[in-house]
């Protein structure tokens, strides 16, 4: 497996297996890999030729007052561990590969942007968004894996897939868990022992909501406010946002029904973690 830092080592390694028929898969990711990345990965390998892990803690994605300078980072063991999990090459650049001195080109969205992290993390989708078109305009990959935790990024994504004919197959993957529940994050090391146990409330609430919707329940205010009860017989949690939301447009909805989405945004000290479920058909 090879590491390369450049755009134009990625485009030429790209260039030979397209040259040999094959097919490539693109798994973008800030590092700090942990078992959803993984799923990712793995995903990736079986249903391509080749498989592109980029790891790139993206700059535009974070405000000035976020942890973009404390982001966890460990570049070797994700390479040690993206090569046991069938990678073909990681794409690792420095922020000045990917973002020119004087750089003035962004990809914004609007609509799908303005719900749930768009509402307390104004700028995080436009830096997104852009990272991630650069991305499918460097790899030119035919399929694009990301997890379903984020669950708002991947309706952005796709939703610019179509609106800008990127023609990449993007392809939303099942959030893994740890065995107590609490959803797989690369944030969940900023957990001190006591908020980590505290924050398994968060995976809780979500059955306790897909347990009230599977019994019958389609009344979101009803949904949410269960669900909020739970989450604040935690001391240590603070909500940021628990909303039900369509899940294409990422609008507030009233009735549960396909496709809805209840997502959430929790603090538990330094650490802002996400879970959610959709309803489906």
């Given at each position: 497996?090879?590491?390369?830092?450049?755009?134009?080592?990625?485009?030429?390694?790209?260039?030979?297996?397209?040259?040999?028929?094959l097919?490539?898969?693109?798994?973008?990711?800030?590092?700090?890999?942990?078992?959803?990345?993984?799923?990712?990965?793995?995903?990736?390998?079986?249903?391509?030729?080749?498989t592109?892990?980029?790891?790139f803690?993206?700059?535009t994605?974070?405000?000035?007052?976020?942890?973009?300078?404390?982001?966890?980072?460990d570049?070797?063991?994700?390479?040690?561990?993206?090569?046991?999990?069938?990678?073909?090459?990681?794409?690792?650049?420095?922020?000045?590969?990917?973002?020119?001195?004087?750089?003035?080109?962004f990809i914004?969205?609007?609509?799908?942007?303005e719900?749930?992290?768009?509402?307390?993390?104004p700028?995080h989708?436009?830096?997104?968004?852009t990272?991630v078109g650069k991305?499918?305009?460097?790899?030119?990959p035919?399929?694009?894996?990301?997890?379903?935790?984020?669950?708002?990024?991947?309706?952005?994504?796709?939703?610019?897939n179509?609106?800008?004919?990127?023609?990449?197959?993007?392809?939303?993957?099942?959030i893994?868990?740890e065995?107590?529940?609490?959803?797989?994050?690369?944030?969940?090391?900023?957990?001190?022992?006591?908020e980590?146990?505290?924050?398994?409330?968060?995976?809780?609430?979500?059955r306790?909501?897909?347990?009230?919707?599977?019994?019958?329940?389609?009344?979101?205010?009803?949904?949410?406010?269960?669900?909020r009860?739970?989450?604040?017989?935690e001391?240590?949690a603070e909500?940021?946002?628990?909303?039900?939301?369509?899940?294409?447009t990422?609008q507030?909805v009233?009735?549960l029904?396909?496709?809805?989405?209840?997502?959430?945004?929790?603090?538990?000290?330094?650490?802002?973690?996400?879970?959610?479920f959709?309803?489906?058909?």
């Amino acid at each position: 497996m090879k590491i390369v830092k450049t755009v134009a080592e990625v485009r030429a390694q790209v260039k030979e297996w397209r040259d040999e028929g094959l097919s490539v898969g693109l798994v973008p990711t800030m590092g700090y890999l942990h078992e959803g990345h993984g799923s990712l990965v793995t995903a990736s390998a079986k249903e391509n030729n080749r498989t592109v892990v980029s790891v790139f803690v993206n700059p535009t994605q974070f405000a000035p007052n976020e942890d973009l300078a404390n982001y966890p980072r460990d570049l070797e063991k994700d390479s040690a561990y993206c090569e046991e999990l069938g990678a073909d090459l990681i794409f690792a650049p420095e922020v000045e590969e990917m973002y020119h001195d004087g750089n003035v080109t962004f990809i914004n969205m609007t609509t799908l942007t303005e719900e749930l992290c768009g509402l307390s993390r104004p700028i995080h989708f436009k830096g997104v968004c852009t990272v991630v078109g650069k991305l499918f305009n460097i790899v030119r990959p035919d399929r694009a894996y990301f997890g379903k935790k984020d669950a708002q990024q991947l309706a952005i994504i796709k939703r610019m897939n179509e609106d800008l004919n990127f023609d990449v197959e993007v392809i939303g993957c099942p959030i893994v868990r740890e065995e107590d529940g609490l959803a797989k994050s690369s944030r969940n090391v900023y957990l001190t022992p006591e908020e980590r146990k505290a924050a398994v409330v968060l995976s809780r609430s979500v059955r306790l909501g897909e347990a009230m919707v599977n019994n019958g329940e389609t009344d979101a205010e009803k949904v949410l406010a269960a669900m909020r009860a739970e989450i604040e017989t935690e001391p240590l949690a603070e909500i940021d946002y628990l909303k039900a939301v369509d899940g294409l447009t990422m609008q507030q909805v009233k009735e549960l029904k396909a496709p809805a989405l209840i997502a959430m945004a929790v603090r538990f000290g330094k650490a802002r973690l996400l879970d959610n479920f959709f309803i489906e058909e």
